[in-house]
């Protein structure tokens, strides 16, 4: 079992590289990190948010960690992206996702992880225009991938959500969206999260996490944690009393589905208006618990 840590919880919080990389090392004891685009944006003017980028990288690597990936935040979350309702705003979210491509490759990092984006409301009820926006979306991927061959990335991870509006939103949906992906010029696979894969409001009976491992597996690259109650997507940390996970769950249900060696990154995302303080004693608590699980 990997246990790997995403930056979000970092974000409006922890910005210095060398402080949040000797807070990893020394007081969290994580050896695998995901960069979030909170902390740079892609967006940025390219020379200065490479030097940003990298300052994160080099001070990860002197206090011995590796960062594995990068990876969307909320704030690249809040846009429509490749599912936006016109094909100006589509095409911005190409550009967007290759300058992320761009940024991901000048911090030698190899894996770009993202969601694809979401839909308008009438156009995710539309069957016909949902399809369109579906095959628009095939549609570049296959030139992102065949971009993020040319400038060196590995592959691309896509996240699974729990909206509607969204793919993949279901485990089916996921298998598809694979199946239709094959053959890209780097490999195009999955990224599931816990709590995103438990959300009975719209999954229902499929919000089972044995079910998503057993379907998707061959296409998994990655792992979001978090707790959750199944109820809406919390990201809570894992010393909150009121989640349906525990450490020891996790565990065997990783085993059984013979996926110990995929990393599984925490992620927290916490309120704005929580303390530093009380951030910072739950990660610490969250990251303990699940080291000695995973040990």
Not at 280 to 293: D, H, P, T, V
Request: proline share 4%; hydrophobic share 45%.
């Amino acid at each position: 079992m990997i246990l790997g840590l995403n930056l979000s919880f970092a974000v409006k919080r922890w910005m210095k590289p060398e402080v949040l990389a000797k807070m990893c090392a020394e007081d969290f004891g994580v050896e695998h990190i995901q960069f979030t685009w909170d902390l740079v944006d892609p967006w940025w003017p390219e020379d200065t948010r490479d030097l940003l980028a990298k300052s994160f990288v080099l001070a990860f690597e002197k206090e011995g960690l590796s960062i594995d990936a990068t990876f969307a935040g909320l704030a690249a979350y809040s846009y429509p992206q490749l599912l936006a309702p016109s094909q100006e705003m589509r095409d911005i979210s190409e550009i967007f996702l290759m300058r992320a491509v761009d940024m991901t490759v000048a911090m030698g990092v190899k894996v770009m992880g993202t969601p694809l984006g979401g839909m308008d409301y009438t156009d995710a009820r539309d069957k016909t225009v949902r399809e369109e926006r579906y095959q628009t979306m095939i549609q570049s991927m296959k030139k992102l991938a065949t971009y993020g061959k040319k400038k060196g990335l590995d592959h691309i991870e896509i996240e699974a959500t729990p909206l509607i509006t969204e793919f993949p939103h279901s485990p089916d949906v996921s298998l598809k969206l694979m199946h239709d992906l094959e053959g890209t010029d780097i490999p195009v696979m999955l990224l599931i999260d816990w709590g995103h894969a438990l959300f009975k409001p719209l999954l229902k009976e499929e919000a089972d996490i044995s079910l998503w491992f057993e379907k998707c597996k061959n296409y998994i690259t990655a792992i979001h944690l978090q707790q959750t109650d199944g109820l809406w997507d919390r990201h809570w940390d894992f010393t909150n009393h009121n989640g349906l996970l525990t450490p020891k769950a996790i565990v065997e249900k990783t085993k059984e589905a013979g996926l110990e060696n995929i990393i599984q990154y925490l992620e927290v995302v916490t309120i704005f208006e929580d303390t530093d303080e009380h951030v910072y004693e739950g990660m610490k608590k969250s990251i303990a618990l699940l080291n000695r699980a995973f040990k």
